[in-house]
């Protein structure tokens, strides 16, 4: 106490005014013009005194409370903040004591309350944390609050991250000190329940969806009746468990992670929820609960035990488990099922109707207005961001945290970052009350994959500067540095650019990195340089013109003020090529050059693929549609390769390339990011209706297709020599990561070829050492050596390390279920055992391993591809091909490492005795029927190969008697003709011609107005059905049997994706269903790509019933509908 004096007389003057008790000091404020001090020692009496005086907001009141003994609670002083224009801190007594105190003193917008504690109370206290409230620092852009050391303890943390209710308590009567012996407990309760309705909303989360869903219920309870201070919204392992018998109401969502486990932000409530199970038996009876639980019914296979067990099993079991101790359930508890059509969202949109209603709260007013999430999707934010501004400028400056906001972590993609954090470290920073480890990934643009010597220096410089000391190269020819933390944003990027790189488009829903075949071996040096030149000119060409990059990431001082003025003196700036919303996703362009596919060209957004003949590159052919991500048990995703659609010239690449990307601009799924890849585009519309938007735009048409052929596409390990006499050599950097000997042997070779050599990073995620003078062959040679690079087949132990692949996965990346980058190299050597011992060793196979199904390592077209599932478990897909044009086939789900080595050695062991002469082992899987081709992307969920197309019998005649090309066969054709035409005719009010002029005036499909008919992506989610999906709309049932989307293989049948049918009636088939199609006749359903099913009704001269088999009465059935403008029906 007298310490604490004599301080405060130190830092205000000895004219201070100092009193021992709290009345004394409020009366002395009256008329004084500097602080009043009152200094007391910390008990609860003395806190509640402290609280009734700061809620009158006396200026020139200044506390100071003395904890002279342990344990120490800051918790009470914390409160103080509640009433906003108060200081507070906390500090030992020393000097760190007198500098609190000297800040407190000089604060003068309010009352100021400093907790001091002696330092044999606070001695051996690790959860003990200094700390200052000014909120001058809040007025002035910064954050209010600054602790004194890196570790925060969970009580501070737990209530920094919620709004009080401490504010609304003490604007009531509390009790005198003199009463709070008898009266605290009942006068406080009494406070507590008059103040306001609360709620407390935990979740637990992985990947965010529950936390979304959390923070979507504290939105519209906050907007909708409660107070804002009434609702708090925090992860469950950061709430108290002993503190839920002081609440009223709690709202659980809860995601399902691994098998059936809590996420990692749950679990340690849920450990303590049931060590203390006992002890708060009986003393919940206040608190009602309530309770969604996310999961998916067949995330370990449909129809499984396991997939019934497991289904949102952390949410059933803390629902039994409170029940058990005699907390009353508020509602039924709710589950969001990623089966369901619009997955989770479709069960919590009927859950939490059910809670509004329960707790009172007005539906009718929008869940936004603060930052406790995201509230927008995007499309919204592209739109809102000034053309990939946003704040994110200010929040890179903003060194508070870590972090950036939702809507900053949308724009930072498109300038090559994504916001990370360590996840290894989640549960141990939780514990500490801190935030996530937060860093940034940052990418490099490296068209082609070409870098001189010194721009490799620079990137190992930058490496050990600003991240975590390591280069990951990645599937598409560049490097990844992880661990940047924000300070260091910009400083990366300003040293990149220093070297004549950048980041721009490396991420996000713009033309990305562009690929090129890096194998010296693949072509001459001449054409090798050509394709090269052309791959430049094609990503030039297509990359984003706005310049927020250089003024967030490279301007700043004068320089910046003045950049933003000129660019200022435009008050919309629109990108040329991709508009104010640039692309619905991500686009993806690739090089190849045959015989060698190590680009992957078919798993691409766009291929082209050159066409050689002696020594001239003639152009190339051009490939559409490709793509690999999709979701787990998700059947309306699927990877999907590219289809070829035509030759083009060189010279004309760029442009075709340009036509293309504006055809998904204008027609790519917005509303649904998991449906908006081109390879979607490209499946709903086909591709011959592709080729002809692109030739419409290009006003020229492609050439037929040219022959070529892929051998293969694995890297080049080893030394070859081109036609210029220069030298390449492959070197093999296993999993793509740049560490330890392969860094500072690879910085070495760099440092000798400044001035003339050059590297090529590989899409295997190795690296060429190209243009190497006959001069330094030795030298390069030697520091392979020296460093133990291997770069032979000698010395990379065996033909499956030298062909393995790996995303980075675990701990990094937010999306990963498992680990890859890390584990796939001990998987290998455990395989390599067994490769050995069949004498398989130096064998070429293609093996890849991702910890989500994005498939960033291209898992989905390897002969042994491994997608994660859980923790340890992963899906196997076997049978891909080694030149990259098969995709693999679903063999075994969510098995572990033992199961796989149990099904893969009697397998290596059959195909080195029984394969044939150069046969791959994806091909003797196939071949010997150990797995089924999968001929299509479309087929990826089917269990079994499907059957080809049937031939469509037509109108009137039966499929089993009619001979194709009788008179019968020919008249009934007649008859399915006229009725086609009758039902084109109907929908679109002109023939196909007169529809494909239509189209090219319109060629943005989402600008229609009045009666201009939508396209195929605005059909309701009824329409666009997925396998095995039964629907009603109105009177119209559609049936879509075995196909991720409805199709048709019918000649006559109208119904979009009809495998004959022209692209101008399926599109306008599409619409009309978006109008309302009704049938007077038979139930209408879909065609499906099936054998023995057939037609019923809608025009479908065919005729043939779905579910029997047998014909329907008439050929022709009647049929009407509505469009805007017209009456009538036709038939």
């Known amino acids: 106490m007298d310490q604490a004096s004599a301080l405060l007389r130190q830092v205000s003057g000895k004219d201070v005014k100092v009193f021992n008790t709290l009345n004394a000091a409020i009366a002395a404020c009256e008329g004084a013009t500097g602080k009043v001090w009152a200094v007391l020692p910390l008990s609860k009496s003395t806190l509640l005194e402290v609280h009734t005086a700061l809620a009158q907001g006396s200026g020139q009141l200044g506390v100071v409370v003395v904890a002279s003994q342990a344990p120490v609670s800051q918790l009470e002083v914390l409160r103080a903040m509640e009433y906003g224009g108060v200081f507070v801190a906390s500090s030992e007594l020393g000097a760190a004591g007198s500098s609190a105190l000297a800040e407190a003193a000089s604060f003068t917008d309010g009352p100021s309350l400093v907790l001091l504690a002696e330092p044999s109370a606070v001695k051996g206290d690790e959860n003990w944390t200094a700390f200052k409230y000014d909120p001058r620092r809040e007025a002035a852009g910064g954050s209010a609050f600054a602790a004194e050391s890196s570790k925060v303890r969970s009580e501070i943390q737990g209530f920094l991250s919620r709004e009080n209710l401490l504010t609304l308590v003490a604007k009531k009567a509390l009790p005198t000190a003199g009463a709070v012996e008898d009266e605290d407990a009942g006068a406080l309760a009494q406070g507590l329940g008059d103040a306001s309705k609360t709620v407390t909303i935990l979740y637990s989360s992985d990947t965010g969806h529950s936390q979304e869903c959390a923070k979507a219920i504290a939105r519209q309870c906050r907007n909708g009746g409660f107070a804002s201070s009434s609702v708090r919204c925090v992860t469950m392992d950061s709430f108290d468990v002993n503190a839920l018998a002081s609440e009223p109401l709690v709202v659980f969502c809860i995601a399902t992670a691994g098998k059936g486990e809590f996420a990692g932000n749950g679990r340690g409530f849920w450990s303590k929820i049931t060590e203390k199970a006992e002890e708060l038996n009986g003393k919940l009876g206040g608190m009602k609960y309530c309770i969604f639980g996310l999961g998916d019914s067949h995330y370990w296979g449909k129809g499984t035990e396991d997939s019934k067990v497991n289904f949102a099993k952390p949410a059933k079991d803390l629902d039994e488990v409170l029940e058990k101790i005699g907390a009353p359930r508020l509602m039924a508890t709710g589950f969001g099922d990623d089966q369901d059509i619009d997955q989770y969202s479709t069960g919590f949109g009927e859950w939490k109707d059910v809670l509004y209603s329960k707790l009172g709260v007005d539906k009718a007013v929008g869940g936004g207005g603060d930052d406790d999430g995201p509230v927008k999707n995007d499309e919204v934010i592209k739109t809102e961001t000034n053309q990939l501004r946003g704040s994110l400028k200010a929040s890179l400056d903003d060194i508070t945290t870590g972090q950036v906001p939702f809507q900053d972590t949308k724009m930072i993609k498109f300038h090559g970052s994504y916001q990370q954090d360590d996840r290894d470290m989640r549960e141990e920073r939780q514990k500490l009350g801190v935030e996530n480890a937060f860093s940034f990934m940052i990418r490099v643009r490296l068209p082609g994959g070409y870098c001189t010597a010194e721009q490799w220096l620079a990137m190992d410089d930058i490496c050990g500067k600003f991240a975590n000391g390591t280069l990951k190269i990645t599937t598409r020819q560049t490097w990844q540095l992880h661990g940047v933390l924000k300070r260091d944003v910009k400083g990366t990027m300003r040293a990149i650019n220093k070297a004549c790189m950048d980041t721009i488009a490396a991420c996000g829903d713009v033309c990305r990195n562009a690929l090129c075949t890096s194998h010296p071996g693949a072509c001459s040096k001449k054409i090798m340089d050509e394709v090269l030149n052309w791959t430049y000119q094609v990503h030039d060409h297509c990359l984003p013109r706005t310049g927020a990059y250089h003024e967030i990431f490279l301007m700043h001082g004068d320089e910046m003020a003045e950049k933003t003025q000129v660019l200022g003196c435009t008050p919309v700036e629109e990108e040329p090529l991709y508009g104010l919303t640039y692309l619905p996703r991500k686009f993806k362009v690739a090089f190849a050059i045959p015989p060698c596919n190590d680009v992957d060209v078919f798993a691409h957004c766009v291929g082209f693929i050159a066409i050689i003949k002696d020594n001239v590159l003639l152009g190339f052919n051009v490939s559409v549609g490709g793509g690999l991500g999709f979701t787990h048990n998700n059947q309306k995703t699927f990877p999907r390769l590219a289809e070829v659609i035509g030759f083009c010239k060189p010279s004309d690449a760029k442009y075709v390339c340009e036509a293309i990307l504006t055809v998904q601009r204008d027609f790519g799924d917005r509303t649904n990011r998991k449906h908006a890849r081109i390879k979607y585009t490209a499946e709903d519309y086909g591709h011959e209706w592709y080729r002809e938007q692109v030739e419409d735009r290009l006003g020229f048409k492609l050439e037929e297709a040219r022959p070529y052929k892929f051998e293969s596409r694995g890297d080049l390990h080893g030394w070859v020599q081109t036609e210029d006499g220069l030298w390449n050599v492959g070197v093999l950097v296993p999993i793509g990561r740049v560490k330890d000997n392969s860094r500072t042997g690879l910085r070495r070779i760099a440092e000798e070829l400044k001035g003339c050599g050059s590297i090529r990073m590989t899409c295997n995620q190795s690296v060429v050492i190209t243009e190497i003078p006959e001069s330094k062959k030795a030298v390069v040679q030697k520091l392979l050596e020296e460093y133990k690079i291997m770069h032979s087949k000698e010395t990379t132990v065996s033909g499956l390390r030298r062909n393995m692949v790996a995303c980075v996965a675990l701990p990094t990346c937010p999306l990963a279920f498992a680990e890859a980058e890390r584990y796939l190299p001990t998987l290998v050597e455990r395989l390599e055992v067994v490769l050995e011992r069949c004498g398989l060793t130096q064998q070429d196979i293609a093996i890849r391993m991702t910890g989500c199904p994005n498939s960033c390592g291209r898992p989905s077209m390897a002969e042994i591809g491994f997608i994660g599932k859980a923790p340890g478990t992963y899906n196997m897909y076997l049978g891909g091909d080694f030149v990259g044009e098969r995709l693999n086939t679903l063999f075994a789900e969510s098995i572990t490492e033992d199961q796989i080595i149990q099904i893969l050695?009697?397998?290596?062991?059959?195909?080195?005795?029984?394969?044939?002469?150069?046969?791959?082992?994806?091909?003797?899987?196939?071949?010997?029927?150990?797995?089924?081709?999968?001929?299509?992307?479309?087929?990826?969920?089917?269990?079994?190969?499907?059957?080809?197309?049937?031939?469509?019998?037509?109108?009137?005649?039966?499929?089993?008697?009619?001979?194709?090309?009788?008179?019968?066969?020919?008249?009934?054709?007649?008859?399915?003709?006229?009725?086609?035409?009758?039902?084109?005719?109907?929908?679109?009010g002109g023939t196909a011609t007169e529809r494909r002029r239509c189209q090219r005036r319109q060629p943005s499909p989402r600008t229609h107005e009045g009666d201009r008919l939508a396209d195929l992506r605005d059909l309701p989610g009824e329409v666009r059905a997925s396998t095995g999906l039964a629907r009603t709309m109105g009177t119209t049932s559609v049936h879509g049997q075995g196909q991720p989307t409805l199709s048709c293989s019918s000649r006559s049948c109208p119904f979009p994706r009809g495998r004959f049918a022209s692209p101008a009636l399926r599109i306008a088939t599409a619409r009309a269903l978006h109008r309302g199609v009704r049938t007077s006749g038979p139930t209408m359903t879909c065609c499906v790509e099936w054998p023995t099913q057939w037609c019923t009704s809608m025009g479908c001269p065919a005729g043939w019933n779905v579910q029997s088999g047998s014909r329907t009465a008439s050929s022709t059935s009647s049929w009407w509908m509505r469009v805007p403008g017209q009456r009538g029906s036709a038939t």
């Open 905 to 988: 050695t009697p397998m290596f062991g059959r195909y080195g005795k029984e394969r044939e002469k150069e046969e791959k082992f994806g091909d003797f899987l196939v071949r010997t029927k150990i797995v089924k081709p999968m001929t299509a992307g479309r087929y990826w969920w089917l269990a079994v190969k499907p059957p080809k197309h049937p031939t469509r019998p037509p109108s009137g005649a039966s499929p089993r008697t009619t001979r194709r090309g009788s008179a019968e066969w020919r008249k009934a054709r007649a008859n399915a003709t006229r009725a086609q035409m009758r039902l084109r005719t109907s929908i679109i």
